[in-house]
């Protein structure tokens, strides 16, 4: 096809000289893999990390993609490649689930071979036999751009590069860290970036486009740990609230708010159940309901469990508030009083008013988004704090949380007063969830970056060791 | 450039089965004037393909003489056949090629899933679709993309326009904004249900949401139906053929979901086996042969009523009198003789009726039963025979099996069926053609006859859905609406849902999909708001004069604006008529009881205001001025929004928003320009 038609000067060996579009940018995370272009606005390419795992007699056959985990397969079980910290800890099943994330919507396995689309009808069988090798690797044509976490380290950082080259065949590769990318996304190239994701949430101080490394700080405190407080709070409350996924559900009746529910339940031939790990999943879809439709932070002034000036406390302010109805899938409804609405994503800011129980202890005080602010700016340079806090970006799927950059805000402005804080978090859902691989787009997509890559020719002298020296 | 007509426009929507085309927009909208399969045959040489499967037939020069005079439809004069193999004489055998527009053998579908998995044979489809229609040169062309295609397909059909049939303009356009455009609607979940995968996509403001669009849902398309039938049909002597047009038959139906299958009762059974005639030209204009004008088909050799002779045949159907085939018993040209006959029948229907008229009256009362009530229902089928088999077995068939019949196929009108879209396709094709050619080509179609064979069908024949694929669907429409970023999108979006696709052609089953997704996600006002103060600003304070009074709640589902929204949710919540078909008296009356207490909550004037979606979840309607549309159904909507899109892209707009690319543009950019104007 017609590569590189405008520029007439033909690329330096060493560097990559692609001119087009075709980068890709790849940005793992514990909810979601997103895969795309760069240059465009948005991944084309979401996946859950979690996939599925068939039992077969030969192991287990792994499904991936939103379309296959959601069936209740028989004894399907689910589970995710990245850890609990974020970064990636399956790194065979993180290359077959990236592989799937590319090749199903982005780019063909076999990139159409020029001589069998019909369009020119070569008659030299040679030429065709020379060019298998290299077709069957997916990423032929794209170089790739992979995100990763500011505490990502080691040897962890070199696989992306191998699996990149060495499985996918790419011609240049580049390795950036997610919260620097974050930054870009919001058009600063010096920011605090306060990413909260799912697993974790971490706040990344950025100074001229690199992270300042000691500054990283993170925390467990993120969207599946106010996941964990629902659980709790459902599990504590009297009687307890049922939660019960919809894949069980066959039909439902309107029943009266806080009755029984009076639904047709799903069931199961013996030994056709789902492993309860795919139930969790499940349960995550409808608590994932509820996090957006009923959760909202207390809007202050002052933390929940605080006073007010006039001497009330704030949780008896929080009575007064209108409370919201959630209906499980089954039917049962109940109004949720406002202090339920805010009580379970208030531990993200009070350690204190979280619930907790054996397994679930409750966090610490360090953990919280102030505290990690606060250890983060006292790790770095003094003089450049103040232009840190100006520039405070807030980002991640779990930020959306109504009420969450309010409070934030309140909270900083605690904390350092006199300090002109101010909080950069885009108004738009989608560029939260995705501030990461916007930023990746937007880098790879820049023509200055093109002397960036590291190519291919790069790696093959230097190995992946490479990443470390270049990617910093 | 000169600007472009209507009567140019071009506009190709290929699928995973049939491929639409048509050249020229009309002055209203009609469906696709060519249709022919997504198919291809491998010709002689590798990568050249043949539209039809062309066999290759040795002969000695005296087989065919021996195969035509046993042929029961023997119009077909030696000198024809003669013609055509009377320059070979010199050779001891003949090599005859034959195109056979009814086989399938041998096919190469291009496409499969949405995907292109053989570009040569797909390139040779559109060269052969671009052929039959012959645009002039000026023609700008619209290609209906699948939503599966990569960006990297997207430019090589981009290559292959401009390069191979030098189109001024060229555009692609995503299928499912195609379909939201036939609807003329901004913002759709459009579920549209193929061949082998369903795709439910979100579009947003006219933009496809790419956000995990993700891959098609696979085996929840039509052929998972056909499948599902086999599976159940299979013991009881189905083909794979037979459980595919039973699939296109109006008594197979998808019973919404929690719906009782009929149970048997042994004169039900006799009653709507005999009726079935009846059946089809009720409510089945998909296919059934009665309703094409058949003559309704008696007993069959497998029924009870096998024996009956054949004024018994003419009682039980007997509702079908003005249905008859007039034009074959005059063709016959023993209408007297005909007459004759039925006046004597109606003597003795009469006399009939007295003697068992309890027995009548009971089996009237089951005929009027509904389809899905019943337990049985008789299904005819065609099966196909080659020639050579028909020349030894046909007129046996005729003679000794009653219940056979053999000829021509009959001709059906509807659209699914690609048998008869085929032969079209052949006759355009044709007219272009050799004269030669055409006769032998109707010599061939002749040949090929249908065997007619009736069979019965239990219930089996409503559970053509119950592979979870509604499940799969319903399940896969909440998620994708779930995972719209912005929360207050996704109410607009259950409300205007969108079903298309070929695959939702079976009767019942965009019911039974909204009955499901009403049963298992529809979120009900919550009594928990009763005494919350969550007063909407706007509402004034009751006043006495009766206006306020909730109306009977009878009426049809709104479309329409104009109505208090949160009215709206309240009163479609409680809608009879947006409940599941099938209830049960006690449901009814549960259903009348909720009635009365939303009305009460009414009077209160309290309504929820959730977050939570679906509040209400509606199918959206074609628009009816596009009258053509009517009756062939919205299921190729894609079609028409095509049409709207080609209208505006490349008549009134005229490029001016670059809604496609140019040649200009073309040679500047090459194939990547096409991410730049694709709508």
Redesign the interface.
Known sequence: ??TG?ASTKPPDATEYGGD??SALVLDPGYATTRAG?AGED??????PSHYGIIPTISGGKQLF???SI??PLPGISISNYMSREGTVEDWETAANLWEYAIT?????AK??PLA????N?VENQEMEMEGIEAQEKPLRDNPLLMTETGWNAGRDRERGIEIAMENWGCPAYWLARNGVLASFASGKSSALVVDIGASTISVTPVHDGLILKKGVMRSPLAGNFVSQQLRLMFSQSQPPIPLTP??L??????V???TPSQA?LRSFAPNTEPDPSFRHFQEE?VL??FK???VTVWPGPGRLSGHNQQGGTNMDIARQH??????M?D?W???FPALDRYRPIEALFDPKMALSDASNPAPHQSQTIGALIQSSLAQVDVDIRPALLSAVVVTGGSSLYQGLTDRLSQELQVMYPGTRVRISASGN??ER?FGSWIGGSILASLGTFHQMWISRKEYEEQGAGIVEKRCK | MPPFKDEHVLIIAPGSQITLAQLGLPESFTPARLRIPTRMFPAEHKGEWEPMKVREKKLSRAAPQIGLNGHVEGDITMGETNGTTINLEDHEEEILYEEDPTSEEGAVYPLRDGRVVDWSCFFALLTHVYNTLSPPFHTPILVIAQPQWKPQDHETLTQFFFEKFRTPAFCLMDSALAISYAYATPTATVVDVGYQKCEVSIVNEYVVSDLGRGTPLLNCGGEAMTQRLFELLNGKGFTKEMCEQLKKNAICEVLPPGAELPVETELGNAASAGSTGATGSGDGQRGSIAAQGGAPRGPGVNTDLGDADEGREFKDGEDDDGVLDVATIVASGKTSEFLARKEKEKAERAAARKKDAADAAAASKERALPNSKRAKAVFHYQERRPLEELNVNGKRAMGGEGGQDVGEPKRQKSPELGAESEIQTAENAAAARKEERKEERRRNREGTAFVRKTVEVGPERLQVASGGILDQIADTIHRRISSVPEVNKRSDLWDSLVIAGNGSRVKGFKEALLATLHARYLISPSSATIFSSELPSNFTTPVATGANTPQPQHHAPHHGTGVNPLLLAATTASNPNLAPPGQSQQQLHQQLQQQQYYQQQMQSHQHSSHAQTPTSIKVLKLPDYFPEWKDTGAEEAVFLGAQVAAKVVFVVDQGLSKGFMSRTEYNEMGPQGIHESCL
């Open positions: 096809m017609a038609q087009e579009i272009f948005v991944p084309k390419s979401v996946l993609g939103d379309n959601h069936t199903s919507r982005l780019t063909n990139p159409g069998t689309n019909g369009l009808d919809h894949y559900i066959v039909s439902k009746t309107p009266d708010a806080g047709t879809r994932t309901e957006e439709s009923v209108p409370g919201k109805p959630f209906e899938p039917g409804n109940q109004m859902a989608v969830k």
